[in-house]
C-alpha cells in the first residue's frame, strides 16, 4: 500500500518569479473564501489576465505563493507558479 505520490518541496529551490516581474494567469481563480470583501465562487482573476508579483511567500514551509498585483481587475491574489506564466516585454529598439 502506497502513500501515493510525493510532490516536490518548491522552497528548496529559488523562487520562479521575483518581485517585479510582469506574469499572465494560466488558470481562472475563484475566491475560495480567503479573499476578504467578495463572495465565495466570485471570479477574481480570469485566465489571460496581466500582473506584476508584489512579493513572495511561503505556505506550509513547501510551496511559494506570489502576490500578484493585477492593476486592471484592482486586486492582488496570491498565485502558485504553476498558474503563471513570466510576460517578456517586446521591446523594439531601433
Avoid at 500500500?1 to 528548496?12: D, F, K, P, Y
Avoid at 489571460?48 to 493585477?70: C, H, N, P
Amino acid at each position: 500500500m502506497g502513500l501515493g505520490r510525493e510532490e516536490e518541496i518548491e522552497t528548496r529551490g529559488k523562487p520562479v518569479f521575483m518581485p517585479g516581474t510582469k506574469v499572465r494567469a494560466t488558470r481562472y481563480v475563484k475566491n475560495d473564501g480567503t479573499f476578504a470583501g467578495r463572495e465565495i465562487g466570485e471570479m477574481l482573476v480570469h485566465k489571460g489576465d496581466i500582473g506584476y508579483v508584489r512579493d513572495i511567500g511561503v505556505f506550509l514551509q513547501r510551496y511559494y505563493i506570489y502576490a500578484v498585483e493585477f492593476v486592471e481587475r484592482g486586486t492582488i491574489v496570491g498565485m502558485r507558479a504553476r498558474e503563471l506564466h513570466a510576460e517578456i516585454e517586446n521591446r523594439n529598439v531601433p
